[in-house]
């Protein structure tokens, strides 16, 4: 999830900690394993299709074009709006990179499209580990394979049972934080340590149809002198289109972080729609 770039500096501390701490409510694969069943499957079971299942994204026969439109708003102490920052993009869901096509409303231009294209060639290497155009080093690990070990220990999932997410039938886990096990950073495991997750599975094809995790209770640091994390909450919800094609339809997250004396809060919001079929192409980057 991306900041607008004004306030990102602001949160870098904080987001890339929580960055790591959310990034183990979806490392489904590493975590330790109840013995619970549902319909003869045990939920490791369950999850280890699900990982599985997530390695063919992008693969599916059929490929759909859309249109994703990632809204910011900041907000001030009281919830109410300072500011609010929009885009939307052309995507698709081979491998192909969503394009700019509009600020604020209005058409991007040549230069707010370049800077947005360079920004995503840097998060590709960050987060996925792409290679540079011409360096010579092999690199076939991505965010997920360098942190297998990260998380392994510390959420327990369990079954609580089945529910239905636009019309299919999934599976409902629930993914608790594991307080015997300590991540090396304090700042991490604490945040870890009150984050309550729930991940729905789609029972036929177990892509995670829904996902939501939210802050049981702040997070100081120096006892709130320096600071604190006072709410997290992230909803995701996947959108079947054809049979092993899923996308992102709804994300909604919303951060309060208080810095010393002052406070941010910021809001965010994606929506993905106007889903057209179209023909596979190979990615530019």
């Not at 299942?53 to 910011?72: I, L, P, T």
């Not at 327990?156 to 089945?162: Q, W």
């Not at 629930?174 to 029972?203: A, F, G, Y």
């Not at 149809?209 to 939210?214: F, N, P, Y």
């Amino acid at each position: 999830m991306l900041l607008p770039d004004r306030m990102r500096w602001k949160f870098n501390p904080f987001v890339s900690t929580l960055g790591q701490a959310l990034f183990a409510c979806v490392l489904l694969g590493q975590a330790g394993f109840a013995a619970d069943k549902t319909d003869d499957l045990t939920v490791k079971q369950i999850i280890e299709r699900s990982r599985e299942a997530s390695k063919q994204a992008g693969q599916g026969e059929a490929v759909f074009k859309f249109y994703r439109k990632a809204s910011f708003d900041e907000l001030d102490a009281k919830g109410e709006i300072v500011e609010k920052n929009s885009k939307t993009y052309r995507a698709y869901t081979d491998d192909r990179d969503q394009s700019l096509r509009k600020v604020n409303g209005r058409p991007a231009s040549k230069r707010e499209r370049y800077r947005e294209y360079r920004k995503h060639q840097e998060r590709q290497r960050r987060y996925l580990n792409k290679r540079k155009e011409g360096d010579p080093k092999k690199r076939d690990e991505n965010l997920v394979t360098r942190n297998i070990n990260l998380f392994e220990e510390k959420f327990t999932p369990k079954l609580a049972g089945e529910a239905k997410v636009n019309g299919r039938d999934t599976h409902v886990i629930d993914l608790k934080p594991n307080p015997k096990h300590k991540h090396e950073s304090r700042t991490v495991n604490r945040i870890m340590d009150q984050l309550e997750t729930k991940v729905w599975i789609d029972s036929e094809e177990f892509q995670i149809s829904q996902l939501s995790t939210k802050l049981l209770k702040p997070v100081n640091f120096l006892g709130g002198l320096a600071g604190s994390i006072k709410a997290i909450s992230i909803d995701v919800t996947q959108k079947r289109l054809a049979k092993g094609v899923w996308v992102d339809e709804k994300v909604n997250a919303h951060f309060d972080v208080r810095i010393a004396w002052k406070t941010y809060q910021f809001r965010m919001e994606s929506r993905s729609f106007d889903f057209e079929p179209t023909e596979r192409e190979e990615p530019e980057s």
